[in-house]
């Protein structure tokens, strides 16, 4: 019999120890901590989507579930937007619906994104593990996939979710192929459900092509490796049904997200929308060994000359969303995977696998592929064909660490672990610089968020309260963090009456002897309710129309736009717009606005005469309203105002928001969660029954 010579490392099985899965843990935290040691001790990002995006929809999520609510309807980004449909809003995630009750926004957001470097890091290292990489050059791969194509990306919360979930579903399924059975399927499919609870699905779609193709090429690479047991073929339509199911369990998620789909942007004649936009130049893959130190100069960011190079696509782009790099070290690694020399001995039906995959990621973010696959379901729903490189960043790692543990798989154990800790640490440094000279957000001491109550402008809004306010401000959706109402809007997927003239009034004047507002403007402005005007520039010839209420620098808004004390300029129009209006005008008498919550607004109302009344909100499927109890018809004034037509006399108008679409994914997510229990549970008793079977017991009262 051959033993294991002691204190060697070899080819790994793919079994891990408990002290392994801590070691890892360990260290992933650590790395989590270090990378992120600003955030971690109590700092913030600013820069990228942050404000204008992503912290506008925590704050309204925060306040609602601090208040008992699930938030349906977000009703201060331009004249409201179904939240639970938005692509990016993520209501149902499990993190997000634990942090943000638990924390400060600021808080939450930042431990979310803490968690999820944790966990991709640890689960990388997992998947590295059943491809059959050892302990140590494992840690190399999933710092190379974590490290190398994340941190660029911090301003996009949903790259790092997408981060945790790829090889945590590539690993379920890899468990699936070895051993089939209902609790494998049910743990694949309620991740990938998760993961589209997440709210972005451009990677949750990327995530879900590539175990297909994994397993597929799993399968058929099995029947031609004469060194193992072939695989069943048949084993590959259980992960289609996985994705089906967890597309099941998301139901909650995406039956409404379609229902917006069809009526945003992204729909018709889609001029609003190019999904090859956020590609790869061919050229730019050059990067791999050209990065921080050529690619990414200040001269040639400042002039995009990426999008000059041979190959390249018409549609825009940016270096963050056609950043990769895995580090100098790891690509010579993964070149001398090419070999059939250095691969003697390793997995090659792995390195063969993330070859492919892995060059596949790599021509589909070139974006030469957008005119025939944007014709196909999903591929032309979304943008960032560049995405598609994480699987090439995932491939990238694990191909080095494949080729790491070849080189050394006969070494003393002490000895792969030094070297594979010296390469780590030559190689951090190096994907954060190369991360760093391309990233649109960086971290700060002090969240801007944590000045808000230090604002002049909030305060100067916040002072009447006797109606809500609109503001119409530069920086789309920023001026929510006021609580107030603010347009224009910034959405990655919106109404499609947002991307139209009748919601986009002018910011400015065309030329400095203009005066602002003209007439034009001033009437759209009090059509849609805007009282308020923010500007970083004062107005040269300021219409009669406005007034002046301020000008000092405002500590939250300089903070957020990095303005270093310069300061913006606050007016209001004279003849305050109100967001209740009747026709015919005269009927109305007064109104008072009695209650705004997320899915609900209570207005009274006083009437000379029976009148349409208008609140200035984006009518949109879902929303119904009761006058004094009773449910009435509803209407759109301006083809997309909520209204309703009231009899003459003192009112309660109460309009509601309860989608249909919410409750019937609901309803399927949780019939599907019940049968996935139930399977599960089947299961298990047919196991324990086995068991007493083989155990031999006897039934003595027989």
Known sequence: MTRKPKGKAEVSSGRVTRLEWLLAATIGLGLALGVWQGLATGGGLVGGDTYPYFLPQKVVLAESLAHGEIPLWHNLTGLGYPLHAESQAG??????????RLFHVSTAYNTSIIIHYWLAFVFAWRFARCQKISMWPALLAALVYVYGWFPARISLEWSIIGGLWLPLTLWLTELLLDSPSARRFSCLAVCLGIHLLAGHFALAFINQLTILAYAALRILLSRRNSSGAAIPSLRFVLFPAAVAVGLLVAAVQLVPSYELKLMSQREGDRTEFDPAYGHMPPFYATQLVASWWYWHTPELKATQAIMNTPGAVSAATNTVEAHLYWGLIPLGLVICSFSPGWRSGSNSRAQIIWLVLSICGLVYATGWLMPLTRHLPGFGFFMGPGRYTIVTALGGGLLAGMMLDRIFRRAAAIKIASVTALFCALTLPELLWSSQAVQDAVVVPYPPIAYMDDSWVRTTLAADTESPKRLLAPGPNVGNLFGVSCIPQYLGIGPAVYYGDALRPSMGAENPDEVFPGTDTVAQLQSLGVSHILTLDPINRLSDE????????????????????????????????????????AAMTSFRVLNVAANAVDIEVDLAAEASVTLRELMYPGWAVTIDGAAAPTGASDGFMRSVLVPEGTHTIRWTFKPTSFFVGAAISIVTCLCLIVVVASEFRRSDSANSCLSGKVDVTA
């Not at 007034?547 to 305050?576: H, I, M, T």
Request: with cysteine; glycine share 4%.
């Open 91 to 100: 209501v149902f995630y499990p993190t997000n619906q634990i942090l943000y």
């Open 546 to 585: 406005i007034e002046q209420l301020g000008e000092y620098p405002d500590v939250f808004l300089n903070a957020v736009w990095a303005r270093r004390g310069k300061s913006c300029f606050l007016y209001q129009l004279r003849s305050e717009p109100k967001r209740v209006a009747a026709e015919p005008q």
